[in-house]
């Protein structure tokens, strides 16, 4: 097969002076989500070499930060040692092809048009089968030339794109086993935050279905960012004991409020940066304007929700591709619906929702307390 993997970074090269650490970062990464040996692996101003296999190949689909890769043969960088190459792509079902040359050893004898027109007629005279065709031939022959070596491909497969994971950070992601909160997770990986998860849990009005569903969708999830870690909170006392307020339309919006005072204590304890969510302007009564508005005051910390502006049916295809989806769609008891008054405000004040906390007058407590108490950690290793 391939002597080895050309992987290539395209968005990193506009980070101008950051650029190395983006791409150590991204080195790194592709060891720890391909299980790679150091041995196997140079990285290059603007390419990275892995040595070839089939296993590195396919899990090269989880890293961030990969604009694109190819199974590459290798030669020494003469035209004997090239013809003999290309002659290992030749595909005896294909019609058409075309030359791709390019080089960045400007003393190699032939320039790349030159190349395109040499290496182009050697084919032809090898293989009777084909004819050149630009438009999308059946076959390319990518042919680039460097110093010490030169690279024989055909094909891309398109990376993830997106920034490597760790380059911008830590935030802790509020996940539930919805549709949305997963992809939305996904969406801040792939601008280069590491994502620690936090689930509020309502026990027994949650069950182990929903406990499931949440460490299948983390493990689907650290596919793509190599480790993990879950805070799963048991929030049933302080559930009920919110139940309790005298303005029922309100509780989701307390509950919510509860939710990033927590969040924001324990990110700020274990560095992250922000609190993330699923939150999409206008699904539900807590998702409008005024609602998050009444909400993110409770959080010490900047609220990010990059799936705000996104049409539920995008949201579901992006579930679909990154494999959430389907565990999403497991029946299970979720807290939030449980507890939905009939009639939830939609346009909140935020005087009534103090007024309403300082009538729950142990809901501080409650709080502090389920932080000392009732935080069980978790973590996960991606093993794909
Ligand atoms: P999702 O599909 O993500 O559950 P949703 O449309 O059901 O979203 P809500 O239930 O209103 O929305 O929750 C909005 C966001 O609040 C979720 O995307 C998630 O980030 C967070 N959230 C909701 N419930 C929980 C929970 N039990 N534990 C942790 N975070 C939660
Ligand atoms: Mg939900």
Redesign the pocket.
């Known amino acids: 097969m391939y002597d080895k993997i050309l992987v290539r970074y395209g968005e990193l090269s506009l980070k101008g002076k950051n650029k190395m650490t983006f791409v150590r970062t991204l080195a790194r990464n592709i060891k720890k989500t391909c299980s790679i040996d150091e041995k196997d692996i140079v990285v290059s101003f603007d390419r990275i070499y892995i040595k070839y296999s089939k296993d590195v190949m396919d899990n090269l689909q989880y890293v961030f930060g990969i604009s694109s890769y190819s199974g590459v043969y290798v030669c020494n960088s003469n035209i004997t040692d090239i013809e003999n190459t290309i002659r290992k792509l030749f595909n005896p079902n294909s019609k058409t092809f075309k030359c791709i040359s390019r080089r960045s050893f400007k003393n190699f004898e032939m320039s790349s048009i030159e190349m395109n027109n040499h290496f182009g007629s050697f084919i032809l005279s090898n293989n009777t089968n084909y004819k050149v065709q630009i438009k999308n031939p059946d076959d390319e022959f990518n042919i680039e030339v460097h110093k010490e070596y030169t690279y024989i491909f055909s094909t891309k497969t398109l990376g993830l794109g997106g920034l490597p994971v760790g380059t911008a950070g830590k935030v802790l ?10 992809v ?1 997770a996904f969406e801040m990986m792939k601008r280069g935050v590491h994502i620690e998860f ?4 309502t026990p027994p009005h949650t069950d182990q279905t929903t406990m499931d569903k949440v460490n299948q969708i983390i493990t689907t999830l650290t596919k793509y960012q190599g480790a993990s870690k879950l805070y799963s909170f048991n ?1 049933t006392d302080l559930m009920n004991y919110i139940g309790m307020t005298s303005k029922q339309g309100y509780k989701i919006i307390l509950m ?1 409020r509860s ?1 990033y005072r927590i969040a924001s204590i324990i990110a700020n304890e274990n560095n992250c940066l922000g609190v993330s ?4 302007l206008g ?2 009564a ?2 409008t304007l005024e609602a998050m508005a009444v909400v993110q005051t409770q959080s010490t910390l900047p609220v990010y929700r990059p799936l705000l502006t996104h049409d539920k049916l995008d949201i579901i295809k992006k579930g679909i591709l990154i494999n959430t989806y389907n565990t ?1 769609i497991i029946q299970a008891s ?4 449980l507890f939905a008054p009939a009639s939830p405000a939609t346009k909140p004040s935020l005087k009534i929702a103090q007024y309403l906390e300082e009538e729950l007058s142990n809901l501080f407590a409650l709080e502090s307390q389920g932080i000392q108490e009732n935080i069980t950690v978790s973590y996960f290793k991606n093993n794909s």
């Not at 992601?173 to 997963?182: A, K």
């Not at 969510?277 to 999409?280: A, L, S």
């Not at 979720?334 to 619906?337: F, S, V």
């Open positions: 992601h509020l996940i539930s086993g919805g549709i949305d909160s997963p939305a936090l689930s509020f849990l929030y919510r939710f969510n699923g939150e999409n699904q539900v807590s998702q999403s979720e807290a939030c619906e």
